[in-house]
Each structure stands twice: as C-alpha cells, then as structure tokens.
C-alpha cells in the first residue's frame, strides 16, 4: 500500500460523495438510472432518487463527525482483508458496510449481488474518482476466499450457509428482519402519509420497510387505506401488480377476509412478514402488553415505526428508510467489530 490515508480524509472523502449525490447532472442521473433499471426492474427512477437522497443524508459531513467521535480509531499498522457479502434488495443497501470498513482503515473486499452490481460499482467508481487512494482499499470479488473476516447479508436460508462458510472467521452474518409500525389512532393525514412512504418505498423490499401494523381499533384501517391512495403508482411496476394480484386471487378462492384499496390489501395476522403488495396488522389493547409482544420478537425486527413518545425508541413516521450512520443493521455495532480486529 503506497500511501495510508488519514481518517480525516476518509471522511472528506465521503463527506464529498454525499454532496456529489445530492447535485448530480440530469445526464449522470438518467444515465445511472436507465442502467441500473435494466438490471433490476425493481430499481425505478422514484427507488434510485431515495436511495441517492438517504446516501446523501447519511454522509453529511457533522453527521459522519458525530457517529465516529463515539470510537477511537487507530492508524491501523497491516489493514484486514474484509470480506463483505452485499445484498441487492434495495439500491446500494451494502454501501454503509463497505463505508465502515473504509473509515476503520481495513481493506474492503466486496461480493456484490448481481441484483445490485451496476448501482454499487457506480458507487464504488464516485468515491474512488474523489479520493483516488481508495482504489487500495476496495475490491470487488466473485470469491470470498482467505479473508481475516467477512460481513454477509442475506435470508435466513443464505445465512445457515454463511454460518457454515464463515462462521470460524470473525463475522457479522445477517439474515431476515422487517420493520412494523405501531398506531395509537391519534395519528393525523400527515402520518400517515409518511407512513406510507415506510411501506411503499423500495416495494417493500427493504428490512426497514414495514410489513406489519399494530392498531387500536379495526375502524381506523379504512381511514388508513383512503389516505394512502396517493402510493398507487407502485401498481404501475409489473412485479409489484403482478404479486398483489397473485396474493388477492388467493384469498378470494380461499374467502380470507382483507381490505382492499386497489394495489394494497390488509389482513390481520400474527406474523411479521407480509408478502408484496400485504400489509398485516393486528390489534392491541394495552400499550405495556404491546410493548411485551414486540420485545419478543425483538431479533426480527429492524425497526419500529411510530410517536416516540408512546413507543421507547421508535422511528418517525416517514424516517425509516433514512437511517443515520450510527443506525445499524441488526443493531450490530459494525463499527465496533471492525475496530475490534486491530492488532
């Protein structure tokens, strides 16, 4: 490695990626766009717009400051080979795994997802053309091989083989979480609408989407399907209309009772994971015995949408698809666990 960079200018430099994001030319953006929809029909223009505006919130540079004034991090003597295994379910989703170990001052070796490659490596080329030094740093793999430690995302199938591959290395392996929302029926249009863009955004995809609602009262779910009518462009995206329709044909055949707005359908249900185009819910009567239930599944959920007032650290309506860098995934601390591998 010719030259280390000091950890102020790893920050400048995503610090500069964040500012680059949020002032892109139409040219670059439609360009990005196109070619990352044509891998992923999934990745619209509106889910690649939000991903760019949460990256760009994310590496503001006083919120970069603040979340590494909490570590200390040392000139790292010989760098550890991090191997990182990225998901592809929402555009960029393993870019703040690759942002910790670059600030940490390992080298980041990264398995991208071909759900996700072309969206990911355009990243990588952005950060590496701000700060050339960084071309040391990042790789990109097929192979995962003789890393001294790995960060793998996935389902909970994928992480059973991470576990196997990995599990004797140093690892953070991650599998299946979603998000829910909690109402208390004091909500106003405002809430709801942004919660709607907790559901909707990326279609659901995300591990902070949320797929679950817990209400106080059945009544309000109507009021709540009104209010969001302003989300049915998700219809227009193939996959989406195409799993909603698949998903209310069998609870016709089947007379399962749902509501249906047109591109969204509720049904009540215990689980946390609804398929695309549902939204469960499920009543409560008692703040306390909610609070219960939902510490107990605790290591299946990501994060809690609602009043943080009324729910112990919840997310805002609207907010949980913008996390912050010190928001991590699984409520691991990445940061910690890399800096605990310095020699």
């Known amino acids: 490695m010719n030259e280390r960079l000091p950890l102020s200018d790893r920050i400048g430099a995503f610090s500069a990626l ?5 002032s892109l030319e139409e040219e670059e953006r439609m360009d990005l766009f196109r070619r990352a929809n044509n891998q992923n029909s999934w990745f619209t223009e509106n889910s690649m717009e939000a991903a760019l505006q ?25 760098p550890k080979k ?42 990588i080329r952005k950060l590496i053309e701000i700060e050339p030094r960084f071309e040391e740093y990042i790789q990109t793999a097929e192979m995962l091989k003789g890393m001294d430690a790995y960060i793998a995302t996935g389902s909970d199938n994928s992480a059973r083989y991470f576990n196997y591959y990995f599990g004797k290395y140093p690892s953070i392996i991650r599998s299946n979480r979603t998000s829910v929302a909690v109402l208390t029926g004091e909500e106003n249009e405002a809430d709801l609408n942004e919660l709607g863009k907790d559901i909707f955004l990326y279609f659901g995809l995300g591990c902070r989407n949320v797929s679950k609602i817990f209400v106080k009262n059945e009544q309000h779910l109507q009021h709540f399907l009104d209010i969001i009518e302003k989300f049915n462009h998700v219809a227009l995206n193939h ?22 707005n047109g591109f969204l359908i509720l049904r009540e249900s215990k689980e946390l994971v609804s398929p695309i185009g549902v939204l469960f819910y499920e009543t409560y009567d ?51 666990f890399l800096l605990g591998l310095v020699d």
């Not at 503001?60 to 570590?71: A, P, V």
């Not at 016709?252 to 509501?259: A, G, Q, R, Y």
């Not at 698809?321 to 409520?331: C, L, S, T, V």
Request: charged letters at 20%; proline letters at 5%; hydrophobic letters at 40%.
């Open 18 to 22: 964040g500012m680059h994001l949020s």
């Open 54 to 78: 949460g990256l760009s919130c994310l590496l503001e540079e006083g919120k970069l400051k603040k979340w590494i004034s909490g570590y200390h991090i040392p000139e790292i003597g010989i």
């Open 82 to 123: 991090i191997g990182i295994l990225m998901a592809g379910n929402i555009p960029g989703v393993g870019f703040h795994d690759l942002m910790c170990v670059l600030i940490s001052g390992h080298l980041a070796v990264a398995k991208l997802s071909s759900a996700d490659s072309y969206f990911s490596s355009w990243l």
């Open 239 to 260: 996959k989406y209309l195409n799993n909603y329709e698949y998903i209310k044909s069998i609870y016709l055949v089947n007379s399962e009772p749902h509501l249906d």
């Open 286 to 336: 008692n703040r306390d015995d909610l609070l219960a239930l939902l510490d107990s599944q605790e290591s299946k959920i990501q994060c809690i949408v609602g009043d943080p007032k009324e729910i112990p650290g919840a997310t805002k309506f609207g907010e949980a698809q913008f996390p912050q860098p010190w928001d991590y995934a699984d409520k691991v601390d990445t940061m910690q």
